[in-house]
C-alpha cells in the first residue's frame, strides 16, 4: 500500500476517499466492482460481531464516510477465513482490503485501531517474530497484556496463570531462553532488505 | 464463394423454439430446411416448462401451431436423436456430417403404447429431469412431436426386448436399429442448440444434495400436470406440501465463479414459480432472495403483479450458504442487505434460479474457430449464423425474433 496519507472527504458525495481506496489498497480496484449482494458479510463466520461487516464497510467507503470507516471493528473483527473471497461473485479480495484498511487506520492514528486489541496482539506477534524469527508464546502475550499498562498488565498475566503452568506442565510451553531461528542476523538483513524494496516499490 | 454446386436447402441444428422457428420461416419462404435434433422430440426446454410468461400460457400454445406447420410443409426435413459430427465447406456450400442414434422406433409407429405395457425395467427420466422414471419402452412426453415411441437400448438382445417386439402388433420395433452417419449438401447452417441448466452441484455453498433444494427447471416439472408429481408442488424427502419456501436468484448466474453474465429469464421464471406456489397452497409464504430484480421491458407488470401478493415476500440479499436443518428442512444463511441483519432461515423447500448455459458447454459439438463467446455462446458474425439462446441469454420472445432474423440470413446466405 502507498504510504501516502489518503485524503479527508470534505463535503457529501466527495469520492476522493474512495478512489484513493481503489487505487492503493490491495484489492481495491476489485471492490469498485462490488454489487452489494451481502454473500460476504453473510458468509463471515463472525459476521454479528462487526458494526458493519465487508458489504456495508464497501459503500460506506463509496459515500465517503473515511472517518467512520477507519475506526469500524470490522477492520480489526475479520479471521482470516477467506470465505467471503472464495465465494464473492465479483472475485473482490475482501480479506486483503480489510487488511489494508486496518494497517491504514493503525497509520493514520485512528485511536480505536491503535488501541484495539487485535492491533496491540499483532504488534507483540511482530515483534517476536522481526527479533527472534519465531513466536514465543510467553513473550508475545506477555507483551500484549503489558501493553495495556503495568497493572492491567500484571491483572491479565495473573488471570492466566492457571492456564500457563498447565501448559507448561504437559509441555505445551516451554520454559527458558526464547525460540529462535539459526541466525537471527541473516532474518534482519532480509527484513531490512524487504522493506528497502517495499520502500522503493511505493515511490513509483 | 467459389463453390459450384450451390445449395438452397437450411441446415438448423436444434429443433427447440429457436430451431423450429428458423425452419418453418425459411421453408414457408420456399427453401428446403433439415432439421437435426439431439432429443427424440422437438420443442426443446420450452416443452419442458408447465407454462410460460407472461401471460402464463401453456407450452403447447407456442408449440403446436408450429408442429401443425412443419405437418404442413412439404419442405422441411426433420431428424430427431441426431446430432452434427462435422461440417465442410462454406457459405452457399457446405457439406454437413449428421450422426443418428438408434431409437429402435420406426416411422409406422402408432403411438398406441402396447410396447410400454410389455417393458418391464426402467429407466431415469430426462424429460423430468430425472426426477422419476419411465419403462425402457416409453413416449418421451404427452406432446411428444413426432408422437412416436422411444425403445432405451439396454434392453435389446434381452428377453425383456424380445417381449416388446413381440407385443407391437404392426413390427414397428427394430431392435437391431445402429448409430448411422450420412452427410447433407447445405447452403447455410442455423445454430439453434440452445442451453442447459447450469449444474446446481458445482455451487457447492447451496447444497443442492439435500432432498428440499431443487432448480427451477425442476419446479417447472414438479408443477406440471404431465411431471412426476403429477402438478402438485410436494416436497422430495416426505411427499408433503411445503408451507414455507425460497427462491434464490442468481444461482450460478452473476458470478464470476460460474456464469459471469446474467441470464435474464430467471427472475421472472422465479415470478412465476411463486405464482405456482400461491395458486395451489393458500397459505404458503414465498421469500425470493435478489441482488436486484430484472423484469425487462413490459415483463415489469408480471413482476409487479406477483409483488402484490402480501404472501410473497422479497428479501434483499444473495444467500450465502445453505446449511442442513432439522426435519429435513434446509436453512438458509445470509445478510439482509437492508436491514444487515445476519439471518438463518429454516425453509420448507429451497428452489435455486439456476441460469441458462449454452449447450456448447457439453462438448459435443464440432469446433467453431473463434466463433463462441467468453462464455459459450455462439456468436453470430461472418457466416456463422446462430439462433435463440444458442446466440445469448434470451426468453421464448426474444428467442422467437432471433430465430426470424437468422432464418433470413441463411436465406441471405444461400443466395450469397
Ligand atoms: C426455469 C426456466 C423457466 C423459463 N420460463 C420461461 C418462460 O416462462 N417464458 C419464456 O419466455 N422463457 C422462459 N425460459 C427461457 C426459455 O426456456 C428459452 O428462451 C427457450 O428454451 C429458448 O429456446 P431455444 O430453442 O433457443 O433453446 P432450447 O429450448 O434449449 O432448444 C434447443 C434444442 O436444441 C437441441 N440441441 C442441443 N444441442 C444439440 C446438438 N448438438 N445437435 C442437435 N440438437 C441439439 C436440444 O435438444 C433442444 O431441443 C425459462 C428458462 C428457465 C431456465
Ligand atoms: S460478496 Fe463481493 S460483491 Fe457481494 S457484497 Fe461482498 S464484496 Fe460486494
Ligand atoms: S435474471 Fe435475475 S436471477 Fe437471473 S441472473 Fe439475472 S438478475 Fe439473476
Known amino acids: ?204 | 464463394m467459389e463453390s459450384t454446386t450451390r445449395s438452397r436447402t437450411i441446415l438448423v441444428v436444434g429443433g427447440g423454439i429457436s430451431g423450429i422457428t428458423t425452419a418453418v420461416e425459411a421453408a414457408e419462404a420456399g427453401h428446403d430446411v433439415v432439421l437435426v435434433e439431439k432429443s427424440p422430440t422437438l420443442g426443446g426446454r420450452v416443452a419442458q416448462l408447465n407454462r410460460y410468461f407472461p401471460k402464463l400460457c401453456h407450452p403447447t400454445c407456442g408449440l403446436e401451431i408450429n408442429f401443425q406447420r412443419i405437418k404442413k410443409s412439404r419442405r422441411i426435413k426433420v431428424f430427431t436423436m441426431a446430432t452434427v459430427a462435422a461440417v465442410k465447406g462454406g457459405a452457399g456450400g457446405y457439406t454437413v456430417t449428421v450422426k443418428t442414434s438408434p431409437r429402435h422406433v420406426k416411422p409406422n409407429c402408432t403411438a398406441c403404447g402396447d410396447c410400454g405395457r410389455a417393458a418391464t425395467s426402467e429407466i431415469a427420466n430426462p424429460f423430468n429431469y430425472n426426477m422419476d422414471k419411465v419403462k425402457a419402452a416409453y413416449l418421451p412426453h404427452t406432446m411428444a412431436f413426432p408422437m412416436r415411441y422411444v425403445i432405451d437400448g439396454s434392453v435389446a438382445g434381452t428377453p425383456e426386448g424380445e417381449a416388446i417386439k413381440a407385443a407391437c402388433k404392426i413390427g414397428a420395433v427394430d431392435l437391431d436399429e445402429k448409430e448411422e452417419t450420412f452427410d447433407v449438401e447445405v447452403g447455410a447452417v442455423v445454430w439453434a442448440t440452445g442451453w442447459r441448466p447450469y449444474p446446481a452441484e458445482k455451487l457447492t455453498a447451496y447444497r443442492y444434495d439435500l432432498p428440499n433444494v431443487i432448480t427451477n427447471v425442476e419446479m417447472e416439472r414438479l408443477a406440471s400436470p404431465d411431471g412426476p408429481t403429477k402438478g402438485k408442488i410436494l416436497r422430495p424427502s416426505d411427499g408433503q406440501a411445503p408451507k414455507k419456501i425460497a427462491l434464490i436468484q442468481c444461482a450460478g448466474s452473476r458470478d464470476l465463479n460460474h456464469l459471469a453474465y446474467c441470464s435474464r429469464i430467471c427472475c421472472l421464471a422465479s415470478m412465476k414459480h411463486a405464482a405456482y406456489v400461491r395458486e395451489q397452497l393458500a397459505d404458503a409464504v414465498v421469500d425470493v432472495y435478489y441482488i436486484d430484480l430484472r423484469a425487462h421491458d413490459k415483463l415489469e407488470s408480471f413482476l409487479l403483479r406477483v409483488k402484490d401478493d402480501p404472501q410473497v415476500r422479497f428479501v434483499k440479499s444473495k444467500p450465502a450458504r445453505i446449511d442442513p436443518g432439522a426435519g429435513d428442512n434446509p436453512i438458509l444463511c445470509g445478510e439482509n442487505t437492508l436491514t444487515r441483519e445476519v439471518y438463518a432461515e429454516p425453509y420448507d423447500l429451497v428452489v435455486l434460479a439456476t441460469g441458462m448455459q449454452p449447450s456448447t458447454a457439453e462438448g459435443d459439438m464440432p469446433a467453431f474457430d473463434g466463433d463462441l463467446d467468453d462464455y459459450g455462446f455462439i456468436f453470430p458474425e461472418g457466416e456463422t449464423i446462430s439462433a435463440g439462446v444458442a446466440a445469448g441469454p434470451l426468453d421464448v420472445s426474444m428467442s422467437v425474433q432471433s430465430a426470424t432474423a437468422a432464418a433470413l440470413k441463411a436465406i441471405r446466405a444461400t443466395m450469397a
Open chain 1, 1 to 204: 500500500m502507498s504510504q501516502a496519507a489518503s485524503p479527508t472527504p470534505k463535503q457529501k458525495y466527495d469520492l476522493n476517499f474512495a478512489r484513493w481506496v481503489y487505487e492503493n489498497v490491495d484489492g481495491g480496484d476489485r471492490m469498485a466492482l462490488c454489487m452489494q449482494c451481502g454473500t460476504c458479510s453473510g458468509s463471515c463466520p463472525i459476521g454479528t460481531q462487526m458494526d458493519y461487516g465487508p458489504r456495508k464497510l464497501f459503500m460506506m467507503i463509496r459515500a465517503g464516510l473515511k472517518e467512520k470507516v477507519l475506526t469500524s471493528n470490522t477492520l480489526w473483527n475479520c479471521v482470516s477465513c477467506y470465505n467471503c473471497v472464495v465465494r464473492c461473485p465479483r472475485k473482490v479480495p475482501v480479506t486483503y482490503i480489510l487488511h489494508d484498511l486496518a494497517t491504514l487506520a493503525v497509520r493514520e492514528g485512528y485511536a480505536e485501531a491503535t488501541h484495539s486489541d487485535n492491533a496491540l496482539f499483532a504488534k507483540a506477534f511482530w515483534w517476536s517474530a522481526t527479533k527472534y524469527g519465531r513466536t514465543d508464546e510467553r513473550l508475545v502475550t506477555a507483551k500484549y497484556y503489558f501493553a495495556f499498562g503495568m497493572s492491567e498488565g500484571y491483572k491479565r498475566g495473573m488471570a492466566n496463570m492457571k492456564i500457563a503452568l498447565g501448559m507448561v506442565r504437559t509441555k505445551r510451553m516451554h520454559i527458558g531462553m526464547p525460540h529462535k531461528v539459526k541466525e537471527t542476523s541473516e532474518l534482519h538483513k532480509i527484513l531490512a532488505k524487504a522493506a528497502e524494496i517495499e520502500a522503493r516499490n511505493n515511490n513509483k
